[in-house]
């Protein structure tokens, strides 16, 4: 995966995810309701093809994305 196929939201929101912040805490930063960041995690789960968000996020320091 090459970070040029993530969208600027979606780049955004993996680096919060990265950093610990939890779906509310993403939202209220963002100014996204809760279920905004949801349907963004599902999506970037499915573009790393990855389950969880720590299975995510190993895949994204390995490919150099964050």
Do not use: C
């Not at 780049?11 to 960041?37: C, N, Y």
């Not at 949801?38 to 320091?61: C, D, G, H, N, P």
């Amino acid at each position: 995966m090459n970070n040029t196929l993530l969208t600027n939201r979606e780049l955004t929101i993996l680096t919060r995810i990265a950093d610990g912040m939890t779906t509310p805490q993403i939202a209220k930063d963002l100014g996204l309701s809760p279920e905004t960041v949801k349907w963004y995690r599902k999506q970037l789960l499915a573009k790393f093809s990855a389950t969880t968000s720590s299975e995510m996020i190993k895949k994204v320091v390995e490919q150099h994305i964050l």
